[in-house]
């Protein structure tokens, strides 16, 4: 699952890159920006429901909606703990949590990076 995610979250920010450049050129660094940040609430999205599936289809989580919660919860690592996977599952649930601190902090580091790139901070301008 780590390297999945990781996998799709390596092309997907390749993809919000060169959509911010389609969009940089025309001139548009407010719609560029606004589209990163939607374009990385998307892949994170898809990668939460990729876990959610997984802990659905391994039988760690019993209801697909419970999985869903259980796997935005363990991978934004806010972790309730109102949902606990079985206690053989224990390692592969905290493993979401690692990998969506990272996976999370590689999107605030492209969203920085694409902030001073595109604008509205661009480096020069605005530092």
Known sequence: MITLTALIHTFGLIAITKMESVLQKHQHPIISMATT???LFLLLTVE???WALAHYHLGVIEHFETALYFSL???STLGFGDVLPAREWRI???LEGVNGFLLIGWSTAH???A?????PFR???HF
């Open 37 to 39: 940040v939607l374009g």
């Open 48 to 50: 939460v429901w990729l």
């Open 73 to 75: 919860t363990s991978f």
């Open 92 to 94: 592969f649930a905290a």
């Open 111 to 113: 969203l920085i990076a």
């Open 115 to 119: 902030s001073i790139r595109v604008g």
């Open 123 to 125: 480096t020069g301008e």
